[in-house]
């Protein structure tokens, strides 16, 4: 009987120890809070951040001390991020590859499926309320107007579609993020499922090849999130 309540004992322990949390979608924050498990403080930047504890990727580092900043073209969003996250940088921009105005296919306030891209707007089941037109700018203006001069340890990119434009119009060369993590929406899928996965699509995709030519390295694939590490983060 000692023997064994001393194992349920043991088992319990282990549960509540190797107990692990996400906040993601598709548990990319585990994965990233894992290749910074050593970095106590950084630094994030966050494209297309939507919401600031649901389906986000940065807030387990946020928890841990880690402060960056967010950028959503929803400024319902936005305001939610001011409130929880005060310290971060809360920025409402549509960002793409330039300075210009664009469609925004929007279905609703604070819809994760807000987007402008037309091709992503077509695939989706949902029923688009409004087409609107709206300003966009570039991360790499957006950086220069905040005079920003850190290190980007994190960079993810969550924009329905739209994120080889924000690469289009963001320097890597120059800000070189450790580590980024970008959704890759696979549109040739009948559905959006893990289970419809295709590698080869994504090693044939432009932005598979965009940061391997800067010098980032495929090391994780979570559904339709990419993860890449730049070649100075490696050991």
């Given at each position: 009987m000692l023997k064994n309540l001393i194992k349920y004992l043991s088992l319990y322990k282990?549960?509540?120890?190797?107990?692990?949390?996400?906040?993601?979608?598709n548990a990319?924050?585990?994965i990233i809070d894992y290749i910074f498990k050593d970095k106590k403080i950084g630094f994030y930047l966050d494209v297309g951040c939507q919401h600031p504890i649901s389906n986000n990727n940065t807030y387990l580092l946020f928890?841990?001390?880690?402060?960056?900043?967010?950028?959503?073209?929803?400024?319902?969003?936005?305001e939610i991020f001011n409130l929880s996250r005060p310290k971060d940088i809360n920025l409402n921009h549509a960002i793409s590859s330039s300075l210009s105005e664009q469609k925004l296919y929007f279905y609703h306030?604070?819809?994760?499926?807000n987007t402008l891209s037309k091709d992503v707007s077509s695939f989706?089941?949902?029923?688009v309320k409004e087409i609107k037109n709206i300003k966009t700018i570039t991360l790499n203006n957006?950086?220069?107007?905040?005079?920003?001069?850190?290190?980007?340890?994190?960079?993810?990119?969550d924009v329905e579609g739209h994120e080889l434009d924000i690469f289009k119009g963001f320097d890597l060369q120059l800000y070189k993020p450790s580590v980024i993590s970008v959704e890759f929406l696979d549109l040739k899928m009948k559905q959006l499922e893990f289970k419809n996965n295709d590698l080869s699509r994504i090693i044939?995709?432009?932005i598979y090849n965009l940061l391997i030519?800067?010098?980032?390295?495929?090391?994780?694939?979570?559904?339709?999130?990419?993860?890449?590490?730049h070649k100075n983060f490696r050991d």
């Open positions: 282990r549960k509540i120890k190797y107990k692990k949390i996400s906040y993601s979608f990319v924050d585990l928890k841990r001390g880690w402060n960056g900043i967010n950028v959503d073209l929803d400024i319902k969003n936005i306030d604070k819809s994760p499926i989706q089941n949902a029923q957006l950086l220069k107007n905040l005079d920003f001069n850190k290190h980007i340890d994190y960079m993810n990119i044939n995709s432009n030519n800067n010098d980032y390295y495929l090391v994780n694939w979570l559904h339709a999130d990419l993860i890449f590490v």
